[in-house]
């Protein structure tokens, strides 16, 4: 039975990836000087230390509509950032990368009050424009996993079962008491987590990611 998976890619999505180490400027951007200074490049795509430390604000705020508030290092958010730009390029490749305007446009209200409203002073220096395109990446992030890797993930009856009798015979509680749906959701879940991570690991083999020194503040 095939269920949708939401929260559980997110928490895959953002936890830390192993990612290979390099400087940016090994990146080949060019002779010319990056007056800014670079995070990451992502087969090619630089990735500034303003984007981090604008990725540090946001996910502190929460400012996803139903996400936690998360306090990230610099190089927490970094591997987030990366991680999430991998699958936008993988949408680009794939001539993917679109999501439903309406859905779009309602997390992107719900994101502006989340940010009005927080406490942190940084919030103030983030534009409406950039969370819009927080909130954009983060949806497509989610509608990529659901149709590329969830959509495919199926947990059939008998394992069902057999996981409901593994669990009644581990902690005494009778099998009828134990809810087939609960069992069959986190079943679900651990298996998207294990191609999700999997995907991951793919993606990042196949990639060239250059990591420029951080500086935690």
């Known amino acids: 039975m095939k269920r949708p998976c939401h929260g559980v890619l ?21 002779e010319y000087r990056l007056y800014e200074a670079t995070a990451a490049t992502v087969n090619g795509e630089v990735l500034f230390l303003s984007d981090v430390v ?18 990230l ?53 983030v534009s409406g424009e950039q969370v819009r395109e927080y909130v954009a990446r983060r949806l497509l992030v989610m509608e990529f996993f659901q149709n590329r890797v969830a959509v495919f993930v199926d947990v059939s009856e008998e394992v069902v079962q057999r996981e409901i009798q593994h669990r009644a015979s581990r902690t005494g ?7 087939a749906d609960v069992v069959r959701k986190e079943l679900f879940d651990e298996e998207t ?16 990611i250059l990591l420029s020194p951080l500086e935690e503040r």
């Open 173 to 179: 509680v009778p099998a009828g008491d134990i809810p």
């Open 10 to 30: 997110l928490l895959c999505i953002l936890s830390v990836i192993p990612l290979s180490t390099g400087s940016a400027e090994e990146s080949g951007t060019g």
């Open 73 to 125: 290092s610099l190089s927490e958010a970094r591997d987030r950032l990366i991680a999430e730009t991998l699958v936008r390029q993988e949408e680009e490749k794939l001539a993917l990368g679109t999501v439903d305007n309406a859905a779009l446009q309602e997390a992107v209200a719900g994101a502006l009050d989340i940010m009005r409203a927080c406490p942190s002073p940084c919030a103030s220096e």
């Open 54 to 71: 604008r990725e540090i604000c946001l996910r502190g705020c929460g400012a996803f509509p139903g996400d936690e508030r998360a306090l």
């Open 193 to 208: 987590t294990r191609e999700v991570r999997n995907w991951f690991d793919r993606a990042t083999s196949k990639s060239k």
